[in-house]
C-alpha cells in the first residue's frame, strides 16, 4: 500500500519561497498521477496543481505563475516549488495520488505540512 509523506513547510515571509516535498513508497512510482492541494482554516479543501505519468501539469488559476509541480521518478519523489508567496497561500499542503495509473481522482492522502506567509 502506497504511502506519501510531505516535508518542507514551515514560516516565510511574503514575497519569499518554499519547496515542498512528498516522498512515495510501498509501490512503483512512475506511473502514477502526483498531486498537491491546500486546506485553509475554515475553508474546503481545494485544488493546486498535478503531474501525471507522461510529464503533463494541471495548475490551478490562483497558483498559475508562481508555483510549479514537478517529479523526479528516480527518487519516488513529487515537488512543489512556491515563489512570490502571499498570506493566502497560509494552508496545510497534502500530496496526493490516483489509486490505479491512468484514473483521474486523486484520493489517496499523505498528512500534510504547514505553510505560513506572513510577516
Known amino acids: 500500500q502506497v504511502q506519501l509523506v510531505e516535508s518542507g513547510g514551515g514560516l516565510v515571509q511574503p514575497g519569499g519561497s518554499l519547496r515542498l516535498s512528498c516522498a512515495a513508497s510501498?509501490?512503483?512510482?512512475?506511473?502514477?498521477?502526483m498531486g498537491w492541494f491546500r486546506q485553509a482554516p475554515g475553508k474546503e479543501r481545494e485544488f493546486v496543481a498535478t503531474?501525471?505519468?507522461?510529464?503533463?501539469?494541471n495548475v490551478a488559476a490562483s497558483v498559475k505563475g508562481r508555483f510549479t509541480i514537478s517529479r523526479d521518478n528516480a527518487k519516488n519523489t513529487a515537488y512543489l516549488q512556491m515563489n512570490d508567496l502571499k498570506p493566502e497561500d497560509t494552508a496545510v499542503y497534502y500530496c496526493a495520488t490516483n489509486r490505479l495509473p491512468g484514473t483521474l481522482k486523486l484520493d489517496v492522502w499523505g498528512q500534510g505540512t504547514q505553510v505560513t506567509v506572513s510577516s
Open positions: 510501498g509501490r512503483t512510482f512512475s506511473t502514477y498521477a
Open positions: 503531474i501525471w505519468s507522461g510529464g503533463s501539469t
